[in-house]
């Protein structure tokens, strides 16, 4: 599969857990963004790495969202101490352009983070 | 004015009408758009770009009004496989990197039989 891979693809925690969710982005795309989806809204953006820095973090939600990516491959977005109002689809996209417009972003299926 | 902003609908239409649904963006700087769509509890996929005035592939047409600061997507001859999500994209106001895309909060089409 020659996709962006996200995974897991369901979580189910309990508030105050800490979760990982990683993605796995296309070969050889330098660029990778993560959003997330709350039911029935628009994405909001969260981080954007190019390569392994992530020039933008402007849109995670608070201190408790945190992401690193390494090798210039797969990222890892971590939420410590979950909250319920983190329950989202947690999308990633890659693509392949390294300077002006970002061109076609490739998102992966989602992870659907729920927070009991 | 928000970033960008779109008619939520629900525009509901025959097989075979032509719908059009408009997006408005508050950045005059942008020189890039993009419609994404997204299938109900899948991912967004490209649809088009647009990098000047519009751009047109089969049956769906983008155009762009830069005076008055939107976007269209024109679809004609709609079949039942349109319905979904529209997305109206362009770099973040502020942005001239190649990060940050800001999403519209989408379009719902529903074509039925």
């Known amino acids: 599969g020659a996709g962006v891979s996200q995974s897991p693809s369901n979580k189910v925690t309990e508030k105050g857990k800490d979760v990982e969710l990683r993605c796995d982005p296309i070969s050889g795309h330098t660029a990778l963004y993560w959003y997330r989806q709350s039911l029935g809204q628009g994405l909001e953006f969260l981080i954007y790495?190019?390569?392994?820095?992530?020039?933008?973090k402007s849109g995670l939600p608070s201190d408790r969202f945190s992401a690193e990516r390494t090798g210039g491959s797969v990222s890892t977005l971590t939420i410590q101490r979950t909250q319920q109002e983190d329950s989202a689809v947690y999308l990633c996209?890659?693509?392949?352009?390294?300077?002006?417009?970002?061109?076609?972003?490739?998102f992966g299926e989602g992870s659907r983070l729920t927070v009991l | 004015r928000k970033e960008v902003e779109q008619d939520p609908g629900p525009f509901n239409v025959p097989e075979g009408a032509t719908v059009a649904f408009n997006c408005t963006y508050s950045n005059s700087a942008s020189q890039s758009f993009f419609w994404y769509r997204q299938d109900c509890r899948k991912e967004p996929k490209l649809l088009m770009s647009?990098?000047?005035s519009g751009n047109e592939d089969g049956r769906f047409t983008a155009q762009l009004n830069r005076a008055s600061q939107y976007i269209s997507l024109l679809i004609r001859d709609s079949k039942l496989s349109d319905s979904a999500t529209y997305l109206c994209v362009l770099p973040a106001a502020g942005g001239t990197s190649y990060g940050k895309l800001t999403f519209g909060q989408g379009t719902i089409l529903t074509v039925h039989p």
């Open positions: 996209a890659s693509s392949a352009r390294t300077s002006g417009s970002p061109g076609e972003l490739f």
């Open positions: 647009v990098y000047s």
């Open positions: 790495f190019q390569g392994n820095s992530a020039p933008d």
